[in-house]
């Protein structure tokens, strides 16, 4: 009794995995589908019929935003560079040492 539950509990399983992925019939699309409204999509949300202006180097404002790692010299930003690259090869460097020591 105990394999047949545990068979029973294997197909069940699989079978409601795979209706997850089971393309939906066309009686569920179509009770889904919006209907089509007439009115133009207005992409700017309400902004008028012209086109905004397009920003130039010359219209740019002075006072952008800009963090205080845009700020740095690339001499200051170098030890951050440098914390990082370490930080992603030393978990493997260590994995690799524990590796061959293993043997």
């Not at 995995?17 to 019939?25: D, K, L, R, Y």
């Not at 309400?46 to 002075?62: A, H, I, N, Q, V």
């Not at 493997?92 to 590796?99: R, S």
Request: charged share 20%; no cysteine; net charge negative.
């Amino acid at each position: 009794m105990n394999r047949f539950a545990y068979i029973a509990a294997l197909l069940a399983t699989i079978l409601f995995s795979t209706n997850a992925f089971a393309p939906s019939t066309p009686l569920n699309s179509l009770s889904t589908k919006s209907t089509i409204s007439s009115t133009p999509l207005n992409m700017g949300f309400g902004m008028g019929d012209e086109e905004p202006k397009k920003l130039t180097r010359e219209d740019e404002p002075d006072e952008y935003f800009s963090s205080k790692l845009d700020e740095m010299s690339d001499g200051e930003k170098l030890p951050i560079a440098l914390m990082g690259l370490a930080g992603v090869s030393l978990p493997f460097i260590a994995g690799l040492i524990a590796l061959y020591a293993s043997k």
